[in-house]
Every structure is written in C-alpha cells, then in structure tokens.
C-alpha cells in the first residue's frame, strides 16, 4: 500500500457517524432516526453496517499484516503499520463482541416500539446498543 494511501478506519466510507447507536469504545457509530424504527432496524443494522464495516476491518487487517512482514517495505512504513494493525485488533475484538453479546440478540428479538411511550421507556429497550445518556434511568420526582 502506498504511503499516505489512508489506513485510517474513517477513510473506509461504511460508518455512519451520529449519537445514538455506539459500540462500547465507539469504534462503530451510527445515527437511528427513531420515527423510522421498525422491527428489522435492528438487523439492517447488524447486516448492512456492522458486518459490512468488520469485512472492510478484516481487510484493511490483512493488508496491513502483509505491509508488517513485508521484507521489501522500507522501516518506518512496517513500524506505521505495525502501530495501525494495533489498533485494528482491538476494534475488531471490541466489535465483534458488542456485534456476539448486543447487537445479534437485540436483532433476533425484532423488538417494537411505541413512540407514544417517549424516549425513556423505548431508549432503555436498546441498553448497551445505544450510548448511554446520562440520567435517563433515574426515575423522575413528582
């Protein structure tokens, strides 16, 4: 790969930067707009981004395993990539865990959701696949 060729994960083109939808070190993030949630939000999710996104992590790892052991790659090149497949291994292990532990059974739930219930009760539906909001599990006072 050819120096200065974008190794970096947000040159891949497949997240979709928002605020709702996090893995736990915010490796993958995406925006959910709520009034368009249906059942099968949760699947596209995991099918069309979250696999989609590990596929091109997986790639970008290979290629980069191949720069590492590459004897005709000059120094600094392999010790830049050496760094780079660092931090690839560890969100491949931070998604692929969130995608085994989170997102898959909350997808083969096909959970529903009234937008009549608001924020509180449907937010807390999606625990640990969307960011947490800082006191929205504290019960209001009267």
Known sequence: MPAGAGWEPSNLGICAVGCNNSSPQGSFQALIYLH????????????????SFLHKLEELHRQLTAITLDESVRPAERTRAAKELSKIEKMLKEIRAWERDIVLPLAQ?????DLDDGVKVNYLKFKGLLETIPGLDKKEED
Do not use: A, C, P, S
């Open 36 to 51: 368009r949630y249906n059942r099968d939000t949760v699947n596209l999710l995991l099918n069309d981004y979250v696999r």
């Open 109 to 113: 739930k096909r959970l529903e959701i």
